[in-house]
């Protein structure tokens, strides 16, 4: 089966930096993705990693190592507004069947 | 354009009682997806459709949960004889044919099995 770990939450103060980390168990693994929600919105896509490395998309960046079954997702410049739960999430198959953590409350504080 | 929309936003219901969850998928994604989500949890995958097709129903978590998909657009999910525990939000999402890795997710149906 698959399983993911990940904090349940974070507290940080505006301005600052995050990181939130993510390992996995899984079989057929294809990448990992990160994904963010506002209490009472819909999820929505930050990242993707299929290859080790580092990806960088503005104020985020995303980073996996196959080799170590583990990622994380880093935020940089805190602002309020990204007070949110964040989610790491395994792509395995060709159908892209996601297999989320259980998420990661981010507080952010002034 | 319009991006994922779902119906009803909210649904009540009385244990034992059918209901109907609808999704509108972004126009012309090929691949959808139902998932649910119980309080402060993560989402779980219930079925994926590619086209009209459901490759993998292996999140379903009885024979009480079904979705079908026309037109290769609108899906429904129907549960029927609902039970408390089927109390969650229940959230679709769509892909592109181009794109692996990102699904684009509706703002979900809150169901309350009262």
Same mark, same amino acid.
């Given at each position: 089966?698959? #399983?993911?770990?990940?904090?349940?939450?974070?507290?940080?103060?505006?301005?600052?930096?995050?990181?939130?980390?993510?390992?996995?168990?899984?079989?057929? +693994?294809?990448?990992?993705?990160?994904?963010?929600?506002?209490?009472?919105?819909?999820?929505? +896509?930050?990242?993707?990693?299929? /290859?080790?490395?580092?990806?960088?998309?503005?104020?985020?960046?995303?980073?996996?190592?196959? @080799?170590? #079954? =583990?990622?994380?997702?880093?935020?940089?410049? /805190?602002?309020?507004?990204?007070?949110?739960?964040? +989610?790491?999430?395994?792509?395995?198959?060709?159908? #892209?069947?996601?297999?989320?953590?259980?998420?990661?409350?981010?507080?952010?504080?002034? | 354009?319009?991006?994922?929309?779902?119906?009803? @936003?909210?649904?009540?219901?009385?244990?034992?009682?059918?209901?109907?969850? *609808?999704?509108?998928?972004? #126009?012309?994604?090929?691949?959808?997806?139902? =998932? *649910?989500?119980?309080?402060?949890?993560?989402?779980?995958? /219930?079925?994926?459709?590619?086209?009209? @097709?459901?490759?993998?129903?292996?999140?379903?978590?009885?024979?009480? +949960?079904?979705?079908? *998909?026309?037109?290769?657009?609108?899906?429904?999910?129907?549960?029927?004889?609902?039970?408390?525990?089927? @109390?969650?939000?229940?959230?679709?999402?769509?892909?592109?044919?181009?794109?692996?890795?990102?699904?684009?997710?509706?703002?979900?149906? *809150?169901?309350?099995?009262?």
């Amino acid at each position: 089966g698959q #399983s993911l770990e990940q904090p349940s939450e974070v507290t940080a103060v505006e301005g600052a930096i995050v990181q939130i980390n993510c390992t996995y168990q899984t079989s057929g +693994f294809y990448g990992l993705s990160w994904y963010q929600q506002h209490d009472g919105g819909a999820p929505t +896509f930050l990242s993707y990693n299929a /290859l080790d490395g580092l990806e960088e998309t503005g104020r985020f960046s995303s980073f996996l190592s196959r @080799s170590d #079954s =583990y990622g994380y997702l880093l935020l940089q410049e /805190l602002q309020m507004k990204d007070s949110a739960s964040y +989610f790491c999430a395994v792509h395995t198959g060709t159908a #892209s069947k996601l297999t989320f953590g259980t998420g990661t409350r981010l507080q952010v504080t002034l | 354009g319009a991006g994922v929309s779902q119906s009803p @936003s909210n649904k009540v219901t009385e244990k034992g009682k059918d209901v109907e969850l *609808r999704c509108d998928p972004i #126009s012309g994604h090929t691949a959808l997806y139902w =998932y *649910r989500q119980r309080l402060g949890q993560g989402l779980e995958f /219930l079925i994926y459709f590619q086209g009209n @097709s459901a490759p993998d129903k292996s999140g379903l978590p009885s024979d009480r +949960f079904s979705a079908e *998909r026309t037109g290769e657009s609108v899906s429904t999910l129907t549960i029927q004889r609902t039970q408390q525990e089927d @109390s969650a939000v229940y959230l679709c999402a769509s892909r592109g044919q181009g794109s692996y890795n990102e699904q684009f997710f509706g703002p979900g149906t *809150r169901l309350t099995v009262l």
